[in-house]
């Protein structure tokens, strides 16, 4: 793909490389500090550890990216020698050192170096991306950019003043590569010309609706993107050393030539590698959707001709201090001309390009307030950020079901032309809120469930009565079947059957069928399930006062179990087991006076040495299980065992299972790699210095086919598995996880678990696991009317053949995302059906079949299905396309076919679909605009980019975590909610208006909070209110407030009122209990925040967002031509 064009020797980058000597980590986990723990990456799931603030090498900061200048390495500086990475690597022109020292050609027509206004020296290597070879003259790179336009309205408010960016963007070149002989800075005159915006507006304002920006070419140097100038220091050069050549300061405020910052303002941009962040929806909106040249705007807003990105040759002053969008700059290169006097600065304002949270404020106020009816063929819902009510007319509702398009191409060759993916991300155990109706649960009798008798599939809305009735023609493959004498009722004058409201399978688009004894294991109805709680009892469990909490906790939360609706207890039934190299069970029967305790050391042929009294019923036996949990904590308190095992455990739990005769959980408490001597056993294998290599795939597999063997025969026996980590250091999670991801199960991950501070967040994840809803010994089967067919999955699951998906257990939060293919053609008077059938054993041991029904419509203009599209399920769907794709392949191929694919798909709406225009011109589709900066999201991810503090056992446990989302899920994990909470309204219910996720967008004197899912952030700024700080952290100063709270005090006070309400709403909407991280503004954990604010640089080498829409607008224009 066009992104790589000029290849060289170097390693590929975009992580650290193996042996660049003296590069200090940027403080994430390079060092630690005293009491945290090494190389602690605090985002997902563990504590946050200190997080040093880099020092810069030679007492000179980076400044800010800019998006026409090349934009640093983002944030720490890094001594001289050490490649700052970039997000499409090796192969791709890169700007800083090559990864290899050999000297390669350096395109002609560099210029001498002109020193401009004395910025600060700077010792690091600034990183941008460029990409593709150096256009050949002034000409053609003007040509390359004509102005671009993107035609889709993003009309947001101008930012908040916030926190100054130096606007002095460094030029690609005036970078000084100490000892590096790689890159001559340019004249002073001589940047390259960045993007800006039009002459006609001011620059600090949005263009007016309706008003066209002149369109002129984006610079050659937008970071990461264009092709890099010939005198773009691309590769090394013939040159001497710069050492110490002037760079711009980064600082908040305008910048002053020649300031230097002894320590990374608040300002500087992202100092964090950026982990996925949250994919937010980019959603259709209602109206015309491709109106002329650029897309309507929403609805909304009046229509505009569409924003165009343009240059004018200079990179000067622009609005406020931005980062990411340049400021001032001692001059741009003019290629092969004579330097000249600067022209005025003219800039890219980020508030003309789309914005994700306009978007979704537009989507809320126009579909938010009218019920969502599904009685309709092929409608797009709103989008999953807007709360509306669905009312079921007959198909199934977007929470059971979202697709990728509403619209599907009717033929095979139509789909490949336009590249966008036909899929379904699919929840079928979906909660519904209290005013949505639960699914009917209907009961045929012995007969079971009305079914087509070529293609099996089940009665639905869609079947087609005839013959007054007595026969029905299958909807899904036309073949006509005999209607049952029982299940037998009379047409009305439209040919529909007049008990048709009466039937949910009839009217309804989501039900389920009793399923009859033939649906069962052995033919036999199946037993209530079992959970085992299996405890972890070595050194540091205990030491940690894990092993008490868990044992305190269980005694209430027994009480707990889930339930079918209207019975009085659980039918569930449990047992316990603890481990550190040997297995104890325990004999809890309720006859007994004490419970009893037997030892298996005996680890390589697992076997359970008891029937009787291991699996019993709560109530019965509540005094031996409260004695018990009492004495277990005891009974280890003294140990000295350090080593455990693993595989053994889960055997043991498959064993009471299979002797059981029932299916069931196993939760399991491990703190370990496990190294005792069993089967399963594993070693340390952690490895950074494969990180970019080809090898880099082999850190997210299983080291041995051990765990994929037991994960068949946990599936086997309906033997689901969930996880609760709490390492201190590497454990292996891409292999300890294999077991949970193919049996349908959780993992949870507590890295440095401290009693005091995780607690909390442990206890409220263990109540909402062992409560939530979850169906058991689960088969899954997508059927699909003639034309398509389901031809991948993904989510934690096994596959046995190609069609059925098996799962030990399914819990109400697991989706699993269908991929469909043609293998015939589609009419567009027919259109197409989905239907999910799930069969699984309820919580109370119950056999049932679920049934979800989804009609489509097909087109045979491309138009139509870029107007149905759904951004934010395309994103989920890309996202685990690319996760599952670094099993096998080197990440750097994955991120380049994600961006190929991308920009194939709104080549694609380019040629065939927008009104001719100038070819310089972006022309996004209005309900996929959102594209660009959603998948500049999941580029930057810690799967596919992670920076130096990611460590191998968090990429493999998001990869695992991301795969079973959903698309509320993935929307806010990707591109995360920033919410300012000093603009709450303390009397009002509804949360504070979101904003982007830039620095540029904070302002020092606010109290902003960011959520992702799986953490929430509230970043103080320096200049607060002292009387805010006071009612929010009860203390009297900025100084005082504590980074190690993990809630916030309660305070009898409006704003803490109200910011707890936001905190415990946004907690109740997630599905795991997410970790608080109190972040003040300059703190050294602040480059962790920074890390989320994903439409900025990101230091792993992501790019920002200005500058992946410039480079997607370049693939584009090479698709086209």
Not at 223 to 252: D, W
Not at 256 to 266: D, E, V
Not at 972 to 985: I, S
Request: aromatic share 8%.
């Amino acid at each position: 793909m066009s992104v790589n064009q000029q290849a060289h020797p170097g390693p590929p980058y975009g992580q650290p490389q193996p042996g660049y000597q003296g590069f200090q980590q940027p403080a994430y986990g390079g060092q630690s500090l005293p009491g945290a723990p090494q190389s602690q990456y605090g985002a997902y799931n563990g504590p946050v550890p200190g997080y040093q603030q880099p020092v810069p090498p030679q007492g000179s900061l980076r400044a800010p990216p800019t998006s026409g200048a090349p934009p640093p390495a983002s944030g720490a500086s890094h001594p001289s020698g050490h490649v700052a990475y970039s997000q499409f690597e090796h192969g791709d022109v890169q700007n800083g050192i090559p990864a290899s020292a050999a000297p390669m050609q350096r395109p002609p027509a560099s210029q001498p170096f002109l020193p401009g206004s004395a910025p600060t020296p700077v010792s690091q290597i600034s990183t941008f991306q460029q990409y593709g070879p150096p256009p050949g003259s002034v000409q053609q790179l003007r040509n390359h950019m004509a102005g671009m336009t993107i035609g889709s309205t993003a009309a947001s408010a101008p930012p908040p003043a916030g926190l100054g960016y130096a606007s002095v963007p460094p030029v690609s070149g005036s970078v000084s590569a100490t000892g590096s002989g790689l890159y001559t800075p340019y004249s002073a005159s001589q940047g390259p010309p960045p993007p800006s915006v039009s002459q006609a507006l001011p620059v600090a304002q949005p263009p007016f609706p309706g008003q066209t920006i002149p369109t002129q070419r984006l610079p050659a140097q937008v970071p990461g993107f264009t092709p890099p100038p010939p005198s773009a220091g691309v590769g090394p050069s013939s040159y001497p050393p710069t050492t110490g050549a002037p760079r711009p300061p980064a600082m908040p405020g305008p910048p002053l030539p020649g300031q230097t910052l002894a320590g990374p303002p608040s300002s500087q941009p992202n100092h964090v590698s950026s982990p996925p962040p949250p994919s937010t929806m980019a959603g259709l909106h209602p109206g015309p959707p491709m109106s002329g040249l650029h897309g309507p705007p929403p609805p909304t807003h009046p229509p505009q001709p569409g924003y165009q990105m343009q240059q004018n040759g200079s990179f000067g002053q622009m609005r406020g201090p931005q980062p990411n969008y340049g400021g001032a700059y001692p001059g741009a290169p003019n290629y092969g001309s004579p330097p000249g006097p600067p022209p005025p600065p003219k800039r890219l304002d980020p508030d003309s390009i789309p914005s994700p949270i306009q978007v979704i404020e537009d989507d809320r106020n126009n579909r938010g307030s009218e019920p969502f009816v599904t009685g309709v063929r092929g409608q797009v819902p709103p989008l999953v950020t807007t709360n509306f009510l669905v009312k079921d007319q007959g198909n199934a509702s977007p929470r059971y079901i979202r697709c990728t398009s509403y619209n599907i191409p009717c033929t095979s060759d139509m789909a490949k032309q336009s590249q966008v993916p036909l899929a379904a991300v699919i929840k079928p155990l979906a909660t519904l809120p209290p005013e949505e109706t639960l699914p009917y649960l209907v009961d045929h009798g012995e007969s079971g469930p009305v079914r087509c008798n070529r293609c099996k599939a089940y009665m639905c809305p869609f079947m087609q009565f005839i013959e007054g009735g007595r026969r029905f023609q299958c909807c899904f493959c036309s073949c006509v079947t005999e209607v049952p004498p029982h299940y037998f009722q009379h047409l009305d004058h439209t040919g529909k059957r007049v008990d048709f409201y009466d039937r949910p399978e009839l009217s309804l688009g989501s039900y389920e069928f009793l399923a009859t004894v033939d649906y069962c294991k052995n033919n036999k109805f199946p037993s209530p399930p079992a959970f085992i709680f299996m405890i972890d009892v070595s050194y540091n469990a205990v030491k940690s006062g894990l092993v008490r909490l868990i044992c305190e906790e269980l005694k209430s939360l027994l009480d707990y179990l889930p339930r079918e609706g209207n019975m009085e207890e659980s039918a569930i039934r449990v047992g316990f087991v603890t481990y550190n190299k040997v297995l104890h069970f325990y004999n809890v029967k309720s006859s007994l006076a004490q419970p009893q305790m037997m030892v298996v050391s005996d680890v390589a042929d697992m076997f359970v040495p008891l029937l009787d009294g291991f699996l019993v019923n709560v109530n019965e036996s509540r005094t031996v299980i409260s004695s018990l949990l009492d004495q277990i904590p005891e009974m280890f308190a003294d140990t000295r065992e350090t080593e455990t095992v693993f595989a053994p455990v889960i055997q043991a739990g498959l064993e009471a299972l299979k002797a059981a005769e029932c299916a069931g959980k196993l939760f399991i408490f491990h703190t370990s790699l496990p190294i005792a001597e069993a089967p399963g056993k594993l070693k340390n294998r952690d490895d950074r210095k494969l990180i970019n290599t080809d090898k880099e795939k082999t850190l997210f597999q299983p080291q041995t086919s051990f765990y994929n063997n037991l994960a068949k025969d946990c599936v086997a026996q309906g033997c689901c598995v969930d996880l609760f980590l709490f390492p201190n250091q590497y454990l292996d999670v891409a292999t300890l996880g294999v077991v949970p991801y193919q049996t349908g199960g959780s993992i949870y991950k507590y890295a440095y678990f401290q009693l005091e501070t995780d607690q909390y967040r442990f206890l409220n994840d263990l109540r909402r696991d062992v409560q939530k809803e979850v169906g058991f010994d689960a088969v899954m089967r997508v059927r699909t009317s003639t034309g398509i067919r389901a031809t991948d999955f993904f989510g934690a699951f096994y596959m046995s053949n190609t069609t059925d998906v098996e799962m030990a257990g399914l819990d109400c939060d697991k989706t699993i995302t269908v991929e469909f293919k043609h293998d015939d053609k589609l009419s567009e008077d027919s259109g197409a059906l989905l239907q999910c059938a799930l069969l699984y054993t309820s919580c109370a041991g119950q056999r049932r079949l679920r049934i979800h029904n989804l009609s489509l419509n097909c087109c045979t203009q491309l138009a139509d299905l870029y107007r149905n599209c759904e951004t934010d399920t395309l994103i989920n769907y890309l996202a685990k396309y690319a996760y599952r794709g670094v099993l096998s392949s080197p990440v750097k191929t994955v991120r380049d076919a994600l961006i190929n694919q991308c920009a194939q798909i709104l080549a694609c709406y380019r040629k065939n679909c927008a009104s001719p225009s100038s070819a310089g011109q972006l022309i996004l589709p209005e309900c996929m605009k959102l594209l660009p900066v959603y998948l500049n999201c999941v580029l930057k991810s810690d799967v596919l980019q992670p920076g130096p503090e990611v460590t191998t056992d968090d990429r493999a446990y998001i990869r695992q975590l991301v795969t079973s989302m959903d698309v509320a899920e993935t929307n806010v994990f990707f591109y995360p909610r920033l919410l300012p909470l000093t603009k709450a309204d303390v009397d009002s219910d509804s949360l504070p208006a979101a904003i982007r996720n830039s620095e540029e967008r904070l302002s020092k004197g606010d109290i902003y909070l960011l959520e992702n899912g799986l953490n929430i952030f509230v970043w103080v700024g320096v200049n607060v209110q002292q009387s805010l700080i006071q009612n929010l952290f009860g203390v009297s100063s900025f100084s005082q407030i504590s980074n190690a709270l993990s809630t916030l005090p309660v305070l009898e006070n409006p704003f803490s009122k109200k910011v707890r309400s936001v905190v415990d709403m946004l907690q109740g909407q997630r599905s795991r209990y997410m970790k608080l991280i109190i972040v003040k503004q300059e703190d050294k954990l602040e480059m962790l925040f920074k890390h989320f604010l994903v439409e900025d640089k990101s230091l792993s080498g992501g790019a920002s967002y200005v500058d992946f829409l410039c480079h997607m607008h370049k693939e584009i224009r090479q698709l086209l031509s």
